[in-house]
Each structure stands twice: as structure tokens, then as C-alpha cells.
């Protein structure tokens, strides 16, 4: 029984695993592209990319990343006990993804430009999105543990989390060029492990373990 569980787990981990790197693959693409074809843009923030001649890049890439989000979701999806602190993770995780696909769909304002609906929606979701995500890597270090204990990947998650968390606050001091870049950087690496960690199976040796 815990064998058929294990390989029902695992098989669902790995193939969510390589979907959400696929995901985060396709956005660092689009990101890297972006900085190629508008560089008069990239001292600004990363939403004005999707204003430009080529904004259905930076759109995409915004959507993709919702995307691995969602994978990774369905991925972590009993991979460990089911307690309120896994539960809420798993959402949080969620609105990070759903966040950045209403970024991707809702334009953002130019600089110095009268607010629209849609410039509102945009910034409104970029919030949600950002301190959801942060709170979701946070989550995943303590709802992740074996017999009581934090694992490696939690850790590390932790350690993210606080990175992620000072970058963010960090956007409140001005570094409008430095601040998301960074940010999205801390976001798709933290993605990456988990997803390496569901495809290596390792998150479903801990769900065997832990299974009654």
C-alpha cells in the first residue's frame, strides 16, 4: 500500500516538477529577451517592458511564471502531512500564481501617466503576488519537516524567504531598477529547487515516510 502510494506520489511530483521548470526556463528566457530588445528600459521597473513595441514578451513571461506557480502547487500536493500550515502554504502559493497571471493580462501604467483600471489592477496584483510568494517560501520551511525536524530544502527556503522579504521591503527605498530584478531572481530560484526536489522525488520520500 505505501509502495502504490509512494509511486502515485512520485509520479505525480516529477511530472509537475519538470512542467514548472519548463514554466520557469520559458520566463528567464523572456526576461533575458526583453533586456536585449528594450534596453532603454531596463532601468526601469520590470513592468514597463510590457509597454513597449515588444510588451507581449514581458506579458507572456509574467503569465509563464503564474503558471509554474500552479505546478508546483499541484505538485507539493501530498507531499507531506495535512496540516493547516501545509494548507495555507499550498494557497498562498496559489494566489502568488494566480497574482502574476492578472499581471500578465492587466497592463500597467506609463510613468507619469493618469491611473487607469487596468494600471490599478496591475500594481494592486503585483503586490499580492510579491508578499504572497514571500509568505508561501516561508510556509513551505516549517509545513515541510521530517519527524519534527526542518529538512535541507527547508532551510534553504527559509533563508530565501528572508532574502525575498528584504528585497521586497527594499522597493520602498527607491532601487526601482535593482529591487525586482532581484526579487524575481530569489522568486525562480526558489522555484527551481523545489521543482529539482519534486523531480529527484526526494519531497516523496518524505510523504512515504511520514504516511500513517
Do not use: C
Not at 534553504?156 to 520602498?172: E, K, P, V
Amino acid at each position: 500500500m505505501v509502495g502504490q502510494l509512494g509511486e502515485s506520489i512520485e509520479k505525480e511530483g516529477t511530472g509537475k516538477g519538470t512542467i514548472a521548470l519548463a514554466f520557469t526556463s520559458l520566463f528567464v528566457v523572456t526576461l533575458v529577451t526583453v533586456h536585449v530588445i528594450e534596453p532603454e528600459t531596463n532601468l526601469d521597473p520590470v513592468s514597463l517592458y510590457s509597454l513597449g513595441p515588444f510588451g507581449f514578451v514581458m506579458r507572456t513571461g509574467f503569465v509563464v511564471l503564474g503558471l509554474a506557480f500552479f505546478s508546483i502547487v499541484v505538485g507539493l500536493r501530498g507531499q507531506a502531512k495535512t496540516t493547516t500550515l501545509y494548507s495555507v502554504d499550498l494557497v498562498m502559493l496559489s494566489i502568488a500564481g494566480a497574482g502574476l497571471v492578472t499581471v500578465g493580462v492587466f497592463n500597467t501604467d506609463a510613468i507619469g501617466t493618469p491611473s487607469t483600471l487596468s494600471g490599478l489592477i496591475h500594481s494592486s496584483a503585483a503586490n499580492v503576488w510579491s508578499v504572497s510568494a514571500i509568505v508561501g517560501i516561508f510556509l513551505f520551511a516549517i509545513a515541510f519537516r521530517q519527524d519534527g525536524r526542518s529538512i535541507a530544502i527547508g532551510r534553504t527556503s527559509r533563508n530565501l524567504g528572508i532574502a525575498a522579504m528584504i528585497t521586497y521591503l527594499a522597493g520602498f527605498l527607491g532601487l526601482g531598477a535593482v529591487q525586482p530584478r532581484l526579487f524575481f531572481a530569489i522568486v525562480v530560484l526558489w522555484i527551481s529547487l523545489i521543482a529539482n526536489q519534486l523531480r529527484s522525488g526526494k519531497l516523496t520520500k518524505l510523504a512515504v515516510l511520514e504516511a500513517p
